[in-house]
């Protein structure tokens, strides 16, 4: 039996309203796939849109927490994970996905963009410029893409676990 494909949503722990209705989108949109939804897990930003996107339309929620309990994690989580790892838990965020959708975000989401291209995943930047300046390497070989909507994203998502034979 093959696992269900899991994809990383990172963001920033504040976002603009827009930025948190497209991570809302994003869960739903991974959930009607029946992707497995894996955040960093915290109640606030993009990690608690996404989660909450997700689980109105029925997904699998994974937080893993930057804490040693779970008193700030996402009510929407089904597994919340606590890795009492800090800002280090960033690193097994990105390896826990097949693919990582980036959202608007600042150090700690940029961190996990160097962490996913670095172990070679498909990383997808949802009007997300961060990286740009000085990843076009990533860029030329299509393993940094960029998307201007929610619905792009996903079928992003969706071409890069076909690539990987992640496609269930």
């Known amino acids: 039996m093959s696992r269900k494909p899991v994809i990383g949503v990172m963001g920033g722990s ?3 309203e827009a930025t948190y209705a497209e991570a809302r989108e994003i869960g739903r949109l991974i959930a009607e796939r029946e992707w497995i939804l894996l955040t960093g897990g915290r ?15 029925g997904g699998f929620v994974v937080g893993i927490l930057p804490d040693a309990t779970d008193a700030q994690a996402c009510p929407h989580l089904d597994l919340a994970i606590m890795t ?13 996905s097949d693919v990582v959708l980036a959202c608007s975000g600042r150090l ?19 009007n997300n410029s961060l ?13 940094l893409l960029h998307a201007a909507t929610p619905a792009e994203a996903i079928a992003l998502a969706a071409t890069a676990l076909a690539r990987t034979n992640r496609t269930p």
């Not at 109640?43 to 996107?53: D, L």
């Not at 700690?108 to 990383?123: M, Q, R, Y």
């Open 84 to 96: 009492d790892a800090g800002d280090a838990r960033n690193l097994y965020n990105v390896l826990s």
């Open 14 to 16: 504040k976002a603009s």
């Open 108 to 126: 700690g989401t940029l961190s996990e963009i160097v962490f996913a291209l670095n172990a070679d995943k498909p990383v997808i930047l949802l």
């Open 43 to 57: 109640n606030t930003g993009v990690s608690a849109a996404a989660c909450e996107g997700a689980k109105l339309a």
């Open 131 to 143: 990286a740009d300046s000085h990843f076009h390497k990533y860029i030329r070989s299509g393993q």
